[in-house]
Structure formats: structure tokens, C-alpha cells
């Protein structure tokens, strides 16, 4: 039997909303302040040696980027912009006063990425010894994933199509590995980053971060989640085409009933 064609509209489009809803339960950034990271997960740095993640922890406090290298997206909008604000603080330095983990959350990526985002970014911040307090991972998706689950990062790998789907935020975490804040989006303030290193630099745990909104990444302040905008515009474009394909159907029932009504009169009267 075949669908009438506004029928099958229908059905893919309801197709496309549950989709939209699987979307959001797999990508985002949950708020787990006070969780503790794996530290005995095992990477490779940028120089090819094997490291535990608990190697930069222990004194300072540790910022932490999932991106990945070769991201074609909003990761290097991320890392200039981390570089930006950590240039901007002339009170603390990378390495002497905190750590910086970047962390590939591509499970392909390669020692040689790793290094070659080094250099770009320690040229670009330009302050000396932070070549020692600035570390570039990489790593097997399954270290990868402790790292990220732990945190409430949440974000798709795609094998197939060797394709990465995540949030956009950072984090900052106490010198024994514990989520003390979160800061979302592509824009990071000096002033609020260094401020989120000190405390956590005394083991503080911070608040929720307040409610807020940018490009790909929402805040919902019921839940305390984010999530990709894209979902939302989704569901939107979702709904409007449940509505527009109701109204069609609507109006083409309407239009074949009159027609029907003036076809049936001559032919009843004959």
C-alpha cells in the first residue's frame, strides 16, 4: 500500500523531531561540580610519551579543553580564544601558577597533531616556561570517554564516518582532580577564568555557571544542562513543518470537498 505523499511528509518529518531528540540526549555539557576526574586514565603527549592524566595534578590547579586538533568547527575558535584570555592575565602564568590540559577528544588524532597545536598556541600565548605547564593529548576512546563521562561532557564519535559531534566549553578543576567550574561557549573572560583558577587553586568548588546562551550551546536553567542549539532549531523546524504539512492537508481536504460539492450538483440534477 502506498502513503498518500502529505502522509509520508509527515512521517519524516516526525522522523527527523526524534532524531533531534536523541541529539540532545547524547550531546551537552551537565554541570558535575565536585566530580572527581579518572587521573589514572593513560594518553600520549604531544612528544609521543606515555602519561596518566594524574601526572598534572597535585599542586595547581588544572585547566582543562576538550577539542580536538584537526576540528574543522569552532576548536581552534576555542583554543585562540583560551590563548586570548590566558595572554590577558598579568598576574598568572601557564605552568608557574596553573596547569593547562588540552585534550583530543578524536581518538585518531596523533602525537604529531598534538604538536604541531603546540607550537601554533605557545607562540601565540608567548610567555617563557609554558612550554612545561602546557600539555597537548592525545588518546584510545576508551581513556578518552573516562575523561569526558567523568566530567559530564558529552559528545558523539562517529567510526564510520570518522566525525565528532561535541559542545563547546572548558573546565577548571582542583589541584586533586575535582570539577570546580565550568565556563560554555567560544568567549572566555580573563577576569572570571583567573578568578575560577584561584579558587580552585585552594580547592573551592564554584557555582553553577549562570544561565546563558551562545551560538551552539544552550543553557536550560531547569536542569542545569546544555545543549546544542541546533537541537532547538530542529525541533522548531520540526513543528513548523508538522504545521505547514497539517495546514496543506487541511486546505487541499477543504479545496477537494468544495470541489466535489460543485462537481455533484449537475451530475445529481441530470
Known amino acids: 500500500m502506498r502513503l498518500p505523499a502529505s502522509a509520508l511528509a509527515l512521517?519524516?518529518?516526525?522522523?527527523?523531531l526524534a532524531q533531534t531528540a536523541n541529539l540532545k540526549d547524547q550531546i551537552g555539557i551537565d554541570q558535575l561540580?565536585?566530580?572527581q576526574v579518572p587521573l589514572d586514565a593513560r594518553f600520549t603527549d604531544e612528544s609521543g610519551r606515555q602519561v596518566r592524566l594524574g601526572d598534572y595534578f597535585g599542586r595547581k590547579a588544572v585547566l582543562l579543553v576538550p577539542v580536538f586538533y584537526e576540528c574543522k568547527g569552532v576548536c581552534t575558535t576555542i583554543l585562540t580564544n583560551v590563548?586570548?584570555?590566558?595572554?590577558?592575565?598579568?598576574?598568572a602564568n601557564v605552568g608557574r601558577d596553573?596547569?593547562?590540559?588540552?585534550?583530543s577528544i578524536h581518538p585518531k588524532e596523533t602525537p604529531k597533531q598534538a604538536a604541531a597545536a603546540k607550537t601554533d598556541f605557545l607562540q601565540a600565548y608567548g610567555r617563557p616556561g609554558a612550554e612545561k605547564g602546557w600539555h597537548f593529548l592525545v588518546g584510545s576512546l576508551d581513556q578518552i570517554r573516562k575523561v569526558t563521562d567523568a566530567v559530564g561532557y558529552r559528545y558523539l564519535?562517529?567510526?564510520?564516518?570518522?566525525?565528532?559531534?561535541?559542545?563547546a566549553g572548558i573546565l577548571v578543576l582542583t589541584p586533586d582532580g575535582r570539577v570546580s567550574r565550568y565556563f560554555y561557549g567560544i568567549e572566555f573572560s580573563a577576569k572570571l577564568l583567573m578568578q575560577a583558577l584561584a579558587d580552585a587553586g585552594q580547592g573551592r568548588i564554584g557555582k553553577k555557571t549562570e544561565p546563558m546562551f551562545w551560538g551552539c550551546v544552550m543553557y536550560d536553567p531547569k536542569s542545569g544542562k546544555y545543549t546544542v542549539v541546533v537541537d532547538r532549531a530542529l525541533k522548531v523546524?520540526?513543528?513548523?513543518?508538522?504545521?505547514?504539512?497539517g495546514t496543506t492537508i487541511f486546505v487541499l481536504s477543504r479545496r477537494g470537498s468544495?470541489?466535489?460539492?460543485?462537481?455533484?450538483?449537475?451530475?445529481?440534477?441530470a
Open 11 to 16: 512521517l519524516i518529518a516526525g522522523s527527523a
Open 33 to 35: 561540580l565536585d566530580a
Open 83 to 91: 590563548t586570548r584570555a590566558l595572554r590577558s592575565m598579568q598576574a
Open 98 to 103: 596553573f596547569e593547562v590540559v588540552t585534550l
Open 157 to 167: 564519535y562517529d567510526p564510520e564516518k570518522d566525525a565528532v559531534s561535541h559542545p
Open 237 to 245: 523546524g520540526g513543528a513548523l513543518t508538522l504545521l505547514i504539512l
Open 258 to 269: 468544495a470541489t466535489g460539492a460543485e462537481g455533484g450538483a449537475p451530475g445529481g440534477a
